[in-house]
């Protein structure tokens, strides 16, 4: 089983800055793709950024030079750096991860789920 733990969350007010990480833990073979995805109050949840192992990466077009997306590949960790935030970034923030256990079989695995608030 490989877990993820989200922290980092909390209120912020507009033009902000908050520090989101996830670490995955349990019995790691191989995570591949990481990534933040979040759900705003009434609407679906929505990819915020994703990246590689080998570190490239891709963002939502509505964050884009705001977030930055990186990760630790020793502390099996993902990191999402947002800045200039704005109140419709206000939402409930997802890890994900890929992993590939030891028999090749693919897991999806999803965090808790963390609280950001803009708001003044």
């Known amino acids: 089983q490989v877990q993820l733990v989200e922290s980092g969350g909390g209120l912020v007010q507009p033009g902000g800055s908050l520090r989101l990480s996830c670490a995955a833990s349990g019995n790691i073979f191989s995570i591949n793709v990481m990534g933040w995805y979040r759900r705003a109050p009434g609407n679906e949840r929505e990819l915020v950024a994703t990246?590689?192992?080998?570190?490239?990466?891709n963002y939502a077009a509505s964050v884009k030079g705001r977030f930055t997306i990186s990760r630790d590949n020793a502390k099996n960790t993902v990191y999402l750096q947002m800045n200039s935030l704005k109140p419709e970034d206000t939402a409930v923030y997802y890890c994900?991860?890929?992993?590939?256990?030891?028999?090749?079989?693919?897991?999806?695995?999803w965090g808790q789920g963390i609280q950001v608030t803009v708001s003044s």
């Open positions: 994900n991860a890929d992993h590939v256990d030891n028999s090749g079989t693919y897991w999806s695995i």
């Open positions: 990246i590689r192992r080998v570190g490239s990466t």
